[in-house]
């Protein structure tokens, strides 16, 4: 008979132990998941004693996470620009860093009297509803070629009460679900571009748990651009702009692209680290 306080502490002191980041944050949130209680309940419960298939659970959900599983993939939900996120398997895990678009795309459209957008590729619908939630005279579009992520992404906007008038769920790869007649101030994007061969060394919690569609940008990591490239400076309004997230190492590539493609003015902003993070593109 364990008390409820003493089962996630145990657990917390495993994780430690085997040096998994963050061990009293992912103790506590798996504990919630095993007990079905919130951050406070836990703490007012932390004495009642656990029942046998609730620490059976625990046990069970610790033991991925010893195994690599990052916990927004265990608890099936990731928190991101402050809202709750529910993921599945088809949508990446947002991280922090994506953050960066949602700042720069929100300080760009507060600025437009009526806004508009479109998120290419939106996976759980982060970016999008992340915008939604921050600009409330905004409204999207969302696209993604899987049926499944949009599924998610149209359960976080009901989630998170962003009403349906305010942003369209579209099924289609890029521009496919969008006819040339639609014009946004904003295109943001996070496509996959991580290079096809390069996919095979990246971390074990990336690599085995976030969805290859959502990370595979062909031999060179550029497919994606290139799509979006193809058709973005056309479906602009006079004065839009794009953001895409890219990687570490892209900006300077990705700029003489869209270049090519028709922007006259590119700019790469970096992260916290001071890596590539975002290019931001626009007609002058």
């Given amino acids: 008979?364990?008390?409820?306080g003493l089962a996630w502490r145990q657990v917390r002191d495993r994780f430690r132990t085997a040096a998994i980041d963050n061990p009293e944050l992912d103790a506590r949130l798996l504990a919630q998941a095993a007990f079905k209680l919130d951050s406070m309940?836990?703490?007012?419960?932390?004495?009642e004693?656990?029942?046998?298939?609730?620490?059976?659970?625990?046990?069970?959900?610790?033991a991925r996470r010893l195994a690599g599983e990052p916990i927004s993939r265990i608890v099936g939900r990731r928190e991101?620009?402050?809202?709750?996120?529910?993921?599945?398997?088809?949508?990446?895990?947002?991280?922090?860093?994506?953050?960066?678009?949602?700042?720069?795309?929100?300080?760009?459209?507060?600025?437009?009297?009526?806004?508009?957008f479109i998120d290419l590729g939106t996976g759980s619908g982060a970016i999008a509803i992340a915008i939604l939630s921050a600009v409330p005279k905004a409204k999207g579009i969302a696209t993604d070629l899987s049926e499944e992520a949009l599924a998610a992404a149209k359960a976080n906007a009901e989630r998170l009460?962003?009403?349906?008038?305010?942003?369209?769920?579209?099924?289609?790869?890029?521009?496919?679900?969008?006819?040339?007649?639609?014009?946004?101030?904003?295109?943001?994007?996070?496509?996959?571009?991580i290079a096809t061969e390069?996919?095979?060394?990246?971390?074990?919690?990336?690599?085995?748990?976030?969805?290859?569609?959502?990370?595979?940008?062909?031999?060179d990591g550029l497919e994606a651009y290139r799509a979006i490239a193809a058709q973005a400076a056309r479906r602009l309004k006079p004065g839009g702009t794009m953001m895409v997230e890219i990687g570490y190492n892209q900006g300077e590539?990705?700029?003489?692209?869209?270049?090519?493609?028709?922007?006259?003015?590119?700019?790469?902003?970096?992260?916290?680290?001071?890596l590539d993070r975002v290019v931001r593109a626009s007609h002058s």
């Fill in 161 to 193: 009460r962003i009403a349906g008038s305010r942003v369209q769920f579209r099924q289609g790869a890029w521009w496919q679900a969008v006819p040339h007649t639609e014009l946004f101030d904003l295109i943001v994007s996070n496509p996959p571009y």
């Fill in 41 to 47: 309940a836990l703490v007012r419960r932390e004495r």
């Fill in 49 to 62: 004693i656990a029942g046998d298939e609730q620490m059976k659970t625990l046990e069970q959900l610790a």
């Fill in 253 to 274: 590539i990705l700029g003489k692209m869209l270049g090519r493609a028709g922007f006259g003015r590119v700019e790469v902003i970096k992260d916290l680290a001071g």
């Fill in 198 to 219: 390069t996919i095979a060394t990246l971390a074990p919690e990336v690599r085995l748990f976030d969805p290859l569609l959502a990370l595979d940008g062909g031999w």
């Fill in 1 to 4: 008979m364990v008390p409820i």
């Fill in 80 to 116: 991101f620009w402050g809202l709750d996120f529910v993921l599945n398997g088809a949508t990446l895990d947002p991280r922090p860093e994506t953050e960066i678009i949602v700042a720069e795309a929100v300080a760009f459209l507060e600025s437009k009297p009526a806004p508009s």
